[in-house]
């Protein structure tokens, strides 16, 4: 899992122990109030690995698949240690990226409705990686990421930048093998639907993947909790409260 002479951020098979982490560099989780061993719990290795995946793919390199497996058996160990219904979320943090964060956030909230299902491990996989690499298009339409970070409204080009994503996400994906065709249908169709800001348009005349529908809605789900440019996070309630409101418009799948 390392390269270049780097650490690999994931340990193979059992995880070790998360008490190890340096806790001044370490990225914080909370496991929700009112559950079993409530408090702070490391993701930092994930996190560390998600951001050597990134740059990797920023780069050009080889695809790191192995890599992305690893850090979705990790998130799967952590999520078995959790009572059903509940997800960690990262403490946030000026330090920490958001599309990294995001990428994970998307990720352990589709393994956590994989484990709450008892979906057998090869869809809790496609599942976990479709949520990983969901946005993966955005290293591609946005690699410095300014028009993620910009808190107005986006220009035309911003706006032709971010909505090329789907596609050149899905053309990564597919590229980079079998193992990562749900997660290519879902990079592309995502952010499809019957919304007026719904992309790209079906040719099809059918809806996305249901796959597609679930990580949209747990994608948005984590957009609404977390810190934006032109936005302090909402809470819990008044995240729902925009999800309820978009299902009844019909841009939030239900």
């Known amino acids: 899992g390392s390269a270049q002479g780097s650490r690999s951020a994931i340990a193979w098979g059992p995880v070790r122990p998360r008490d190890e982490v340096d806790t001044r560099t370490r990225a914080d989780a909370r496991r929700p109030e009112g559950t079993p061993g ?13 951001t050597w995946i990134w740059n990797r793919i920023r780069e050009g390199s080889r695809f790191p698949l192995a890599e992305a497996e690893g850090v979705i058996r990790s998130l799967g160990v952590l999520l078995r240690a959790l009572p059903p219904g509940t997800v960690p979320r990262i403490r946030e943090s000026p330090l920490l990226d958001y599309a990294h964060t995001h990428a994970l956030h998307t990720a352990l909230l589709a393994l956590g409705w994989a484990r709450d299902l008892a979906l057998p491990p090869s ?4 599942l976990g990686l479709s ?5 993966v298009g955005l290293l591609l339409a946005d690699p410095d990421g ?6 107005g409204p986006l220009d035309e080009h911003g706006v032709l930048a971010v909505r090329s994503h789907p596609t050149l996400g899905a053309k990564l994906l597919v590229e980079a093998g079998a193992p990562l065709a749900l997660a290519a249908t879902v990079a592309f169709e995502h952010h499809m639907g019957t919304g007026p800001e719904a992309y790209p348009a079906s040719g099809s005349g059918r809806g996305p993947h249901p796959a597609a529908r679930l990580i949209q809605l747990l994608s948005t789900w984590d957009a ?4 934006r440019p ?25």
Not at 41 to 50: F, N, Q, Y
Not at 230 to 254: F, Q, T, Y
């Open 38 to 50: 409530a408090g702070e719990i490391s993701l930092a290795e994930e996190v560390e690995a998600v």
């Open 123 to 126: 869809e809790a996989m496609g």
């Open 224 to 227: 609404l909790r977390s810190t």
């Open 131 to 135: 949520g990983l690499f969901h946005d």
């Open 146 to 151: 300014r028009h993620l970070a910009h808190p």
């Open 230 to 254: 032109h936005r302090a996070a909402l809470s819990r309630d008044a995240a729902l409260l925009v999800l309820a409101e978009g299902a009844e418009e019909g841009w939030v799948p239900v």
